[in-house]
């Protein structure tokens, strides 16, 4: 499943007239970048949610037999979040299936997100990163008023969401047709319902395009791999 339905708001211009998943990456639409590692692995259906003109997005890819798999679409009337558009899929998927934002480019393996699950028992499992931060300027410590110590241009680390994952179909349990959820807030359902969700630590390369210059980032990142290809 690929959410596409986005305004992509932070790429403006480029997004006026486009939506975000169809902008050229290597001389290729975003998502079919996706489609195609995807195919490559195996996979041969793909639901695509569409909002924001999302007619471009059909018309490109049709029934997808173009690509050699079967697209189909499912169509937000309002923007239903990260997760809400699952509520749409019919029929709904009788065994494990993968989540990626349509505009995230990255080398993982969707098998191994769904062998990861399988292994831990768990029925969502959300891909994750380490993302390093280093804060500009030299940090006090403090006790009170007390100085105890400092730390000069410290690097915090933390564990981000790649925005990508994979559920069991019961999952889709925890969704109401035609309404607002994100990823985050199915989550957090799934462990109040004391269902088992796991993070997927990623060391793959990853790429979410959100901003211009990251644009500009896999456009290079793509061409150097072209040219270095063996």
């Given amino acids: 499943v690929i959410m596409a339905g986005g305004k992509g708001t ?54 997808g037999s173009a690509y050699g798999v079967q697209i189909v679409y499912v169509k937000e009337n309002e923007p239903l979040g990260t997760a809400g558009a699952l509520s749409l899929i019919q029929p709904r998927p009788d065994s494990a299936f993968v989540v990626t934002n349509g505009d995230v480019l990255t080398d993982i393996d969707y098998r191994e997100l769904i062998e990861f699950s399988e292994r831990h028992n768990a029925v969502g499992v959300m891909a994750v990163r380490v993302y390093e931060w280093t804060n500009p300027y030299g940090v006090v410590q403090m006790d009170g008023v007390d100085i105890t110590g400092f730390a000069e241009k410290p690097v915090s680390r933390s564990h981000i969401n790649a925005g990508v ?14 309404r607002h959820c994100d990823m985050p807030t199915l989550f957090d359902r799934l462990r109040d319902a004391e269902q088992r969700t796991v993070a997927y630590p ?29």
Avoid at 16 to 37: D, F, N, T, W, Y
Avoid at 165 to 178: I, K, T
Avoid at 211 to 224: C, H, M, S, V, W
């Fill in 10 to 63: 932070r790429l403006r211009p480029y997004t006026a007239s486009c939506p975000k998943p169809m902008l050229l990456v290597a001389g290729k639409p975003i998502l079919q970048h996706i489609i195609e590692r995807a195919k490559s692995q195996g996979f041969g259906r793909f639901v695509l949610s569409l909002n924001y003109l999302g007619e471009m997005i059909s018309d490109h890819f049709g029934d």
């Fill in 165 to 178: 994952y994979a559920f069991g179909p019961g999952v889709l349990d925890h969704l109401e047709l035609h």
């Fill in 202 to 230: 990623m060391h793959e390369p990853w790429l979410d395009v959100g901003r211009p210059d990251d644009l500009e980032r896999a456009n290079a990142a793509l061409a150097d791999r072209a040219e270095n290809k063996p």
